[in-house]
């Protein structure tokens, strides 16, 4: 009913950048602004981790590990959620997916790997 397609990710060295991207599609019959959106990571043997999430009204929230590094934003018009960032480490290195909330339910995407190596 609801498909997101996470896109951006690849292999970076320390310090680089990246710019991910989270499109929304299908049936949504709703205003999209005013659904609540998030970033997760996930690296293998290792629990899910709440990167960034963005509400309706636009307010953010990052964990402490990212927050200064990471930015979350979305575009409602274009059903859009992105995380840029910046001065990737190590640490950083994960499967990153995202979240939309509607209704009640959580949708999820597939995911995009994010490797930050030198």
């Known amino acids: 009913q609801v498909q997101l397609v996470e896109s951006g990710g690849g292999l970076v060295q320390p310090g680089g950048s990246l710019r991910l991207s989270c499109a929304a599609s299908?049936?949504?019959?709703?205003?999209?602004?005013?659904?609540?959106m998030g970033w997760y990571r996930q690296a293998p043997g290792k629990q899910r981790e709440l990167v960034a999430s963005?509400?309706?009204?636009?307010?953010?929230n990052y964990a402490d590990s990212v927050k200064g590094r990471f930015t979350i934003s979305r575009d409602n018009a274009k059903k859009t959620m992105y995380l840029q960032m910046n001065s990737l480490k190590p640490e950083d290195t994960a499967v990153y997916l995202c979240?939309?909330?509607?209704?009640?339910?959580?949708?999820w995407g597939q995911g995009t790997q994010v490797t930050v190596s030198s």
């Open positions: 979240t939309v909330t509607i209704r009640a339910r959580d949708y």
């Open positions: 299908g049936s949504i019959f709703a205003p999209f602004s005013i659904f609540t």
């Open positions: 963005i509400v309706s009204g636009g307010s953010t």
